[in-house]
């Protein structure tokens, strides 16, 4: 992986949940509204392939999936 990725943008990364903590608490990213919640539910999801962060250093394994539709993430922590 390369290094000069950055961290806060690596799902399962100290540094990523970090960043969403303080992204909550300084209102740049807020809690889906309840049209975008109901949209979720109703959706005949169509995912797009799993991604994964295998092989970043000091990262809990995460794969992810996202729903082009209705934009739902679905996320799975495999076992090695």
């Not at 990523?16 to 608490?25: I, K, S």
């Not at 809690?31 to 999801?45: E, G, Y």
Request: charged letters at 25%; hydrophobic letters at 30%; glycine letters at 4%.
């Amino acid at each position: 992986m390369d290094e000069k990725y950055l961290r806060h943008l690596i799902l399962g990364t100290v540094e990523h949940e970090q960043y969403l903590t303080d992204a909550y608490y300084c209102g740049r990213i807020a809690p889906p509204s309840i049209i975008q919640t109901l949209k979720q539910k109703l959706c005949r999801h169509k995912f797009s392939l799993w991604c994964t962060n295998y092989g970043v250093q000091d990262a809990v394994l995460i794969n992810q999936r996202i729903c082009v539709k209705c934009g739902k993430e679905e996320v799975s922590y495999p076992t090695k």
